[in-house]
């Protein structure tokens, strides 16, 4: 099971440096081109074997202008609602603030395990100054100097220390597990009480988990599967739901977690930058993709022109990744919702699929041979030989090559196209590997 660490604090007390210095050392997922804002605020951590979602919340208040008590109260309440662990970071420098206190005062009443992270120690003479957050009353506060990195590693074995016990869940079988994901009010409770339908009795939840439940397993129309629920679709919190950057953070979760995602998109409205945050989190994890255009039933003219650009617009907002399916679909009427799974699960067989080597290398080899990858400094850069990994999360390819380092990234663009061409890996990302021969 994934945890989730939550950052929460005040403005300029160093959240985002303590968040790219717990990350990056460590970090081989956050990868610049995806130009989404929000990249900058969700990591993984892998710290002495045990990895955890680090979530900078300060990142996800949507205008970060008005930054009263209540943006702050709403982070602190969604870390509080989300999270396994709580940093709460304070400023050795400033001392403490009123908002610090009333962050404090929640954070008490939560029974959540806390950290205070004293931040701007940047050097020893003021490790003292920080016995002044002992009157939080949330245990000793924790030196470290976001910007120079010191005693960060100290920090990170607290935080692997206080991380609940691995509750690794049992899962009966290995089933395809899918997530369905998009903004409120995309339509995702509305498709998933149309798959369970009246028939409540062919869903079996599975218990012990942190979070109500979250697999639920499902079979129905001949297929077998386990659905995972967004955190949160049953229970409605405390929290008013209307707050976008809740649905990124209750995603999180249910993507980690899941085989295949089911992006939905509301026809009315078309992909806004949220669906793109949503995305960008997908991608970051290496999972399938089902994008599905829902209330389709609210669209008036239907035809194959109208389909057609609905289809390259999306395609063009999610690009570099385009081979991916696009449904068009109704939860409400119940329109196209099996072919729902039915291709979700055609996904998962993608990500599962094998290549023979010699397959492989009978169709690669050619085109390679034809469009080689560009010479460097008059030396001719030879690729000998391919073969797929053994199945890991997501179908890899490795070429042997004699001068791996440069062949750059658009010639990797063009092997994996190349390999889309002539093998069904639609909806699954593809890992291209150069290694030396």
């Known amino acids: 099971m ?30 610049d081109e995806a130009g989404t804002t929000r990249d900058r605020q969700y990591g993984k951590v892998d710290w002495t074997g045990r990895e955890f ?56 009443r939560s029974k959540k395990p806390v950290i205070v992270v004293a931040n701007k120690a940047d050097n020893y003479e003021l490790h003292p100054s920080a016995a002044e957050f002992y009157s939080f009353g949330l245990g000793d506060p924790f030196c470290v100097s976001a910007i120079n990195g010191s005693y960060s590693g100290d920090l990170l074995d607290k935080i692997v220390e206080t991380l609940p016990d691995d509750k690794t869940e ?61 955190a949160g679709i049953r229970k409605k919190g405390k929290v008013n739901e209307d707050l976008e950057y809740y649905s990124v953070i209750r995603s999180i979760r249910a993507i980690e977690n899941s085989d295949v995602c089911v992006l939905m998109v509301d026809a009315t409205r078309g992909i806004e930058s949220q669906d793109l945050n949503i995305f960008s989190l997908v991608q970051k994890n290496k999972k399938g993709l089902v ?25 063009e907002r999610l690009a ?23 291709t979700a699960k055609e996904v998962y067989d993608n990500r599962q699929k094998r290549i023979p080597t010699a397959k492989l290398n ?42 791996p380092q440069w062949i750059k990234e658009p010639y990797k663009r063009f092997l ?9 890996f639609t909806g699954t990302p593809i890992n291209i590997f150069i290694r030396e021969k």
Not at 75 to 102: M, R, S
Not at 308 to 314: E, L, M, P, Q, V
Not at 416 to 424: G, L, Q, T, Y
């Open 53 to 108: 979602s680090l979530i900078d919340t300060g990142g996800w208040v949507v205008n970060s202008e008005d930054v009263f008590e209540e943006e702050i109260n709403k982070q602190v309440q969604v870390a509080i609602e989300e999270a396994d662990v709580i940093l709460f970071v304070v400023d050795v420098l400033n001392g403490i603030t009123d908002l610090d206190v009333e962050v404090a005062k929640i954070l008490r």
């Open 170 to 230: 049992v899962l009966e079988e290995e089933l395809p597990r899918i997530a369905i994901i998009g903004r409120p009010n995309a339509g995702k409770s509305s498709l998933i009480n149309a798959f369970i339908g009246e028939e409540r009795h062919i869903v079996t939840d599975i218990a012990g988990t942190t979070r109500d439940s979250i697999y639920t397993k499902y079979n129905k129309f001949d297929l077998n599967f386990y659905l995972v629920d967004t």
């Open 416 to 424: 994996e196209n190349k390999i889309r061409e002539n093998w069904d």
């Open 320 to 342: 570099p990744f385009t081979d991916f399916p696009i449904l068009f679909i109704s939860a409400l009427t119940k329109q196209r919702i099996l072919k729902v799974l039915e």
């Open 2 to 31: 994934g945890n989730i660490v939550a950052i929460v604090g005040r403005p300029n007390v160093g959240k985002s440096t303590l968040f790219n210095r717990l990350t990056q050392s460590h970090q081989a997922i956050v990868n």
């Open 362 to 403: 009978e169709i690669m080899l050619p085109i390679i041979e034809n469009y080689p990858p560009p010479a460097w400094k008059g030396k001719y850069i030879k690729i000998k030989y391919i073969t797929q990994l053994p199945v890991g999360a997501v179908p890899s390819f490795v070429f042997f090559a004699n001068l």
């Open 291 to 315: 994008v599905c255009v829902n209330k389709w039933d609210l669209v008036e003219e239907k035809s194959q022109v109208v389909i057609d650009s609905y289809t390259n617009a999306i395609r």
